[in-house]
């Protein structure tokens, strides 16, 4: 029996002036209310980047550079797997279109909201990577 291939999803460290941008899931109801990096599915035939890409423009509704990848691959449940790059908005003023809302969160403020689980250690090296400069 063949293996179950990973769906991977895409996630983008938006960074800018020292900040990180967070959203707040509107949903599904079990993740509401949790804070993750923008981004999702990665659809048949799409590139990462491109999905990337196509998230940020269909929840934030800007155009983003993709930079460095952050860390390598991070375990989601049921199958998904998160990869996840720093960006910057390069055209546009993020919205929280698919988001109940968006917050910038400057070095001292990253842990001031209850990131989902998954996403709290590439916080982490988020942190370390501002820290680099």
């Not at 691959?73 to 960006?87: F, Q, T």
């Given at each position: 029996m063949a293996e179950q291939a990973e769906q991977i999803v895409v996630g983008a460290a938006i960074v800018a002036g020292g900040r990180l941008l967070a959203a707040q899931r509107a949903e599904p109801p079990a993740l509401y209310g949790g804070w993750e990096f923008p981004g999702g599915k990665v659809n048949p035939g799409e590139s990462e980047v491109a999905a990337l890409i196509r998230e940020c423009d269909e929840e934030l509704?800007?155009?983003?550079?993709?930079?460095?990848?952050?860390?390598?691959?991070?375990?989601?449940?049921?199958?998904?797997?998160?990869?996840?790059?720093?960006?910057?908005?390069?055209?546009?003023?993020?919205?929280?279109?698919?988001?109940?809302?968006?917050?910038?969160?400057?070095r001292s403020d990253l842990y001031t909201v209850p990131w989902l689980p998954a996403d709290l250690p590439i916080v982490h090296a988020v942190e370390k990577l501002l820290d680099e400069g």
């Open positions: 509704g800007v155009l983003i550079k993709v930079g460095a990848r952050v860390g390598g691959d991070w375990a989601l449940a049921d199958g998904y797997l998160l990869r996840v790059w720093l960006a910057e908005v390069v055209a546009g003023v993020p919205e929280p279109k698919e988001h109940l809302e968006l917050r910038w969160l400057a």
